[in-house]
Nanobody, 127 residues
């Protein structure tokens, strides 16, 4: 099992940057597929990005492509989300998630593929 704790959220202005961190417990952290999802008020939780256990495979939602970057440091049991050029529509609670498998490409954006979730961190972008 793995426990996940997000940090790094906050209130920023449009155009600013933030880096979120997700610290995982457990010595097997490196074998997990890691992802970020977000949930805005009144909306369903949506996929943001995912990274494979080696860090070599990534996928991004179209809405964040070119602005957000996911990375991981398995030695530190941590996955990061660098968010640049933030927009008001990026305002949401951001959740870190882990899967003990490498889901098929068609399912990597599905919430159901992820076994473990953090508690979330709030990101608010003002215009």
């Amino acid at each position: 099992q793995v426990q996940l704790v997000e940090s790094g959220g906050g209130l920023v202005q449009a155009g600013d940057s933030l880096r979120l961190s997700c610290a995982g417990s457990g010595r097997t952290f490196s074998v997990y597929t890691m992802a970020w999802f977000r949930q805005a008020p009144g909306k369903e939780r949506e996929f943001v990005t995912v990274i494979g256990w080696t860090g070599g495979s990534t996928k991004y939602a179209d809405s964040v492509k070119g602005r957000f970057t996911i990375s991981r440091d398995n030695a530190k049991n941590t996955v990061y989300l660098q968010m640049n050029s933030l927009k008001p529509e990026d305002t949401a609670v951001y959740y870190c998630a882990a899967s003990s498998t490498w889901p098929p490409l068609s399912r990597r954006t599905f919430i159901q593929e992820y076994d473990y979730w953090g508690q979330g961190t709030q990101v608010t972008v003002s215009s």
